[in-house]
């Protein structure tokens, strides 16, 4: 392992892996992104990671954080939160951990089965069903994050924090399995959001485009 900086191994379109590049970005931690195809992990990352799946982050001290959130929690309190992320967080612990809960629990549920409906039913129409069922099971968390954000612009609060980065990457997977269906609904304070998120430098940033990591080859500064 590279004995200056941690290894970050990740795949530039999962969105757990792009809110763990998000903290890293923000936190201003140097690392060494290591891009892999999930088709053909190489056999470096699978000795690192023992669920096989990014992001997965080598610490310095033969350490190994295997969960996006850990990561982005190791980064944001590593760094001393110069963001602000965790200012949320810690005044409302319960609460937050409460929606990091169901977002990678129910909603995540409810995005793979609608945005891939055809992996779990073979039979066309069966998958038609799954997805509006799953679709409108998404759009019940999509309303509440709306009219938090009615009340103050973030879900943080006045700025953007650990609830808004490991939410969004999700929200805009939802929007891209039908992004005319989603322009269409009355979420005018998630669009925004969105939106705002979508056209950052931030997010262009941890969206660069990387050659897929093979031995020897030279290391990527993140």
Not at 63 to 81: C, F, K, P
Request: a positive charge.
């Amino acid at each position: 392992m590279n004995e200056e900086w941690p290894i970050f191994w990740s795949f530039r379109r999962c969105p757990y892996a792009m809110r763990a590049r998000l903290a890293l970005k923000y936190s201003g931690i140097t690392v060494v992104l290591r891009e892999i195809l999930l088709c053909d992990k190489p056999d470096a990352f699978l000795a690192a990671s023992k669920s096989a799946t990014v992001p997965v982050l080598e610490l310095r001290d033969g350490r190994v954080i295997e969960e996006s959130l850990d990561i982005m929690l190791w980064a944001l309190q590593e760094a001393g939160d110069p963001a602000g992320w965790l200012s949320g967080w810690s005044l409302r612990k319960q609460e937050t951990q409460a929606f990091l809960d169901e977002l990678d629990g129910e909603f995540k549920t409810d995005l793979d089965r609608y945005k891939y409906a055809s992996r779990y039913s073979a039979n066309a129409q069966l998958a038609l069903e799954l997805a509006n069922t799953h679709r409108a099971g998404g759009c019940k968390f999509l309303n509440r994050v709306d009219t938090r954000l009615s009340k103050k612009p973030f879900l943080n609060g006045y700025s953007a924090g650990l609830e808004d980065y490991a939410a969004l990457p999700f929200v805009r997977q939802f929007r891209i399995a039908d992004m005319k269906w989603f322009d269409k609904q009355n979420w005018p304070f998630l669009q925004k959001w969105l939106q705002t998120f979508l056209h950052s430098q931030v997010f262009k940033d941890v969206m660069y485009r990387y050659k897929p990591w093979v031995p020897g080859a030279t290391p990527i500064i993140f």
